[in-house]
């Protein structure tokens, strides 16, 4: 596939993010720093950017994921029109694995790629169907029935297996990242059998501003340790500069 067609999908993670004492809004420039979950001191092994554009009734958010040395990791992008998903693409420099979703009407057409292995089709497009750069927005349009104790449903791209799946939000009180001004939303797989292999993730989403704060869980973010590639367990904190992050 074409490099801009190869998968990082965090489904928990690849996010449109920012703090602040402002309303969340697509166009707000964040820095996050994505650690390796467990380690003490934290170790960095990612750093998040993002970048919005607007063109007529399009928007194109691109998120961008750099090695701790700045060399580019993971670009992430999609094209909204009229505020839903056109077209999603992602950039997975370290792994041939990818995904392309494409807009055709009331359909969606899928691309996914796996090593040698090819999943291309057409299915019916979901109108809730989210990716990394617009789950900020869709937690921040449903906070408050969140809080009320309403769940949500989303559909994402999930690699592993190779279609876009549905994911359930729901306000997690117990959670052991709650505290006094924060929301914690757990966010799991709605079929049964695909929730053995995807642990919970945890967003934390500042009450106020209903920006993400904080992702705890599993990534598909990819890394190499001694020749192999893996998915790691990260914590991820987001900042919203008043100037540029350093790099």
């Known amino acids: 596939m074409k490099s801009l067609t190869r998968l990082s999908l965090t489904v928990f993670i690849t996010l449109g993010i920012s703090y602040g004492m402002f309303a969340f809004s697509p166009e707000d420039r964040f820095f996050g720093r994505v650690y390796l979950a467990g ?9 998040h950017e993002n970048l919005y554009e607007k063109s007529g009734d399009s928007e194109t958010l691109t998120h961008v994921y750099k090695a701790p040395d700045g060399s580019v990791a993971t670009v992430e992008r999609v094209l909204l029109k009229e505020g839903f998903v056109d077209r999603y693409e992602v950039d997975f420099t370290t792994s041939e694995c990818g995904c392309l979703l494409t807009r055709k009407g009331d359909d969606m057409e899928f691309s996914f790629t796996r090593g040698e292995k090819d999943k291309r089709g057409i299915r019916d497009y979901e109108t809730n169907l989210v990716t990394g750069p617009t789950l900020n927005a869709f937690a921040a349009k449903n906070l408050d029935r969140l809080r009320a104790g309403n769940a949500a449903e989303l559909y994402l791209a999930a690699m592993p297996f190779q279609q876009v799946v549905k994911f359930r939000l729901t306000n997690d009180q117990a959670s052991r990242y709650n505290r006094s001004g924060a929301v914690v939303l757990k966010m799991v797989t709605s079929n049964p059998l695909f929730r053995l292999f995807a642990e919970p ?20 973010l990819e890394r190499v340790v001694n020749g192999k590639k893996e998915n790691p367990v990260v914590d991820i904190y987001y900042t919203f500069p008043a100037q540029e992050a350093p790099r």
Not at 39 to 46: R, V
Not at 205 to 218: A, F, L, N, Q
Request: proline share 7%; hydrophobic share 40%; net charge negative.
């Open 39 to 47: 380690t003490n001191p934290p170790e960095l092994i990612f750093t």
């Open 201 to 220: 993730v945890y967003l934390v989403v500042d009450e106020g501003s209903k920006r993400i704060m904080e992702i705890h869980g599993k990534s598909l």
